[in-house]
């Protein structure tokens, strides 16, 4: 089975950086992805990792550790409107299946003045 | 180019009546995933479309089905609702890549609410 773990909820000031954790376990790794999902939107890609390392895209950067079963989403310079929830996402590939994406439950970011 | 449409966005049934929700994927995606999500349980995977086959399938009753026609649209019908089936139901389009293919492109739609009462 798959198993993704990330903090409920996560407060933090504007202005500030703040580091969103995954965990997972799971067989037949093929990529880790965050996206974001606003209150009564649809989840928006963030990020993708499939090799070890640091990925940089503006504000937002996200590190994998696949050995450690470990991924982080680091925003910086915060802003009002990164207010969403943060969800984590492990694709998955099992000899003889297809591709599967499982998502974490998500961390709730609060941006504060 | 369009992003990923579902219809409708809001629904309303009673329980032990059925539902079928609607969506189009981008043009040129072929693979269309189905997630149904709640506060308690985030995102859970549903079934998988490629091709007009199912090719994977999560763990939910068989009152929850799909299909997927010749141009990639796909339906989600639920029979017998239950005051559990409550949800955002969202879908995601994709090229459908195989594994070690590189494939960037979850795009979900807006979702569908349903609300069982």
């Known amino acids: 089975g798959q198993n993704i773990d990330q903090p409920t909820e996560m407060t933090a000031t504007e202005g500030a950086i703040v580091q969103i954790n995954c965990t997972y376990q799971t067989s037949g790794f093929n990529g880790l992805f965050w996206y974001q999902q606003h209150a009564g939107e649809a989840p928006t890609f963030l990020s993708y990792n499939v090799l070890d390392g640091l990925e940089e895209k503006g504000r937002f950067s996200s590190f994998l550790s696949r050995s450690k079963g470990y991924s982080y989403l680091l925003l910086k310079e915060l802003q009002m409107k990164d207010s969403a929830s943060y969800l984590c996402?492990?694709?998955?590939?099992?000899?003889?299946?297809?591709?599967?994406?499982?998502f974490g439950t998500g961390t709730r970011l609060q941006v504060t003045l | 180019k369009a992003g990923v449409t579902q219809t409708p966005r809001y629904l309303i049934k009673t329980r032990g009546q059925q539902v079928t929700l609607s969506c189009s994927p981008i043009s040129g995606h072929r693979s269309v995933s189905w997630y149904q999500q709640t506060p308690g349980q985030g995102l859970q995977f549903l079934f998988e479309?490629?091709?007009?086959?199912?090719?994977n399938k999560g763990n939910f009753p068989g009152r929850f089905s799909g299909r997927q026609f010749s141009n990639s649209r796909s339906e989600m019908n639920v029979s017998t609702l239950e005051l559990g089936d409550s949800a955002l139901y969202l879908c995601a389009s994709s090229l459908g890549l195989g594994a070690g293919q590189v494939d960037y492109g979850y795009t979900f739609g807006s979702g569908t609410r349903l609300t069982v009462v």
């Open positions: 996402a492990v694709r998955s590939h099992e000899t003889g299946t297809a591709s599967k994406l499982t």
């Open positions: 479309y490629f091709s007009e086959t199912q090719r």
